[in-house]
């Protein structure tokens, strides 16, 4: 069974500008998490979808990020414009269910802002 | 909100030596879920607790979720170099949603 995929592994810009990260969950899973982890910490919760709706965006910073998953399979998280602060890695994670268990996560894309 | 905290927040072991981490959240849980994450890569899933008291087993882990729902704990047995890593507890958040909150971790290093 393939995993999470994620892409770009890695990316490099500088404050102010814009980015977008690429996620394929595992095929049939409903329900897709972006996940934010800085050094040194747990992933935090950016928003969760169930196919293509939104469950939980409350900790999305909605003023620079925005995150969509129109049609309950691909998603995509953008970041604009960009600040020093969001460096960190981001982290997608799918289930198949809301309530089922465990999420299994893709390889994560390091964003480095400088 | 809810937290999820955890100690130690580093452990360095010599290899053959126990580990245990401990986890314990502001509101009771109704599951609990452990993760691993090595050096570079990304959590991978290692179990699920659901039962007050529940006690499960993994060759040398030992996970324990506590009676009242709001601790939990991974113990290691006779450590070796491949359990090096960041070990996370994460249970759902408390507003309905079933998106985990994690807690912040416990990296551990084993000495060989």
């Known amino acids: 069974e393939a995993g999470v995929a994620q892409s770009p592994r890695y990316k490099i810009i500088e404050k102010r500008q814009s980015v977008a990260f690429w996620c394929n969950p595992i095929?049939?899973?409903?329900?897709l998490y972006w996940y934010q982890q800085i050094l040194g910490q747990g992933p935090k919760l950016l928003i969760q979808?169930?196919?293509?709706?939104?469950?939980?965006d409350s900790q999305l910073p909605k003023d620079r990020f925005s995150a969509e998953r129109l049609k309950g399979v691909d998603s995509t998280l953008k970041i604009q414009p960009a600040k020093l602060e969001d460096s960190a890695v981001y982290l997608c994670?799918?289930?198949?269910?809301?309530?089922?268990?465990?999420?299994?996560f893709g390889p994560g894309t390091r964003l480095t802002v400088l | 909100g809810q937290q999820v905290m955890q100690i130690p927040q580093y452990q360095h072991v010599q290899e053959g030596e126990d580990f245990t981490t401990y986890c314990n959240s502001s509101?009771?849980?109704?599951?609990i879920q452990w993760y691993k994450q090595r050096p570079g890569g990304h959590p991978v899933f290692l179990i699920q607790?659901?039962?007050?008291?529940e006690v499960k087993k993994q060759k040398r882990l030992t996970f324990q979720f506590g009676e009242a729902k709001k601790n939990s704990s991974l113990h290691i047995t006779a450590t070796q170099t491949t359990d090096v890593g960041t070990y996370f507890c994460?249970?759902?958040?408390?507003?309905?949603?079933?998106?985990?909150?994690f807690g912040s971790g416990t990296r551990l290093q084993v000495q060989p």
């Open positions: 994670a799918s289930s198949l269910e809301m309530a089922s268990g465990d999420q299994f």
């Open positions: 095929s049939g899973h409903a329900t």
């Open positions: 979808f169930q196919n293509n709706g939104v469950v939980d």
């Open positions: 509101t009771t849980l109704s599951n």
């Open positions: 607790l659901v039962k007050s008291g």
């Open positions: 994460a249970g759902p958040g408390d507003t309905g949603r079933r998106a985990l909150t």
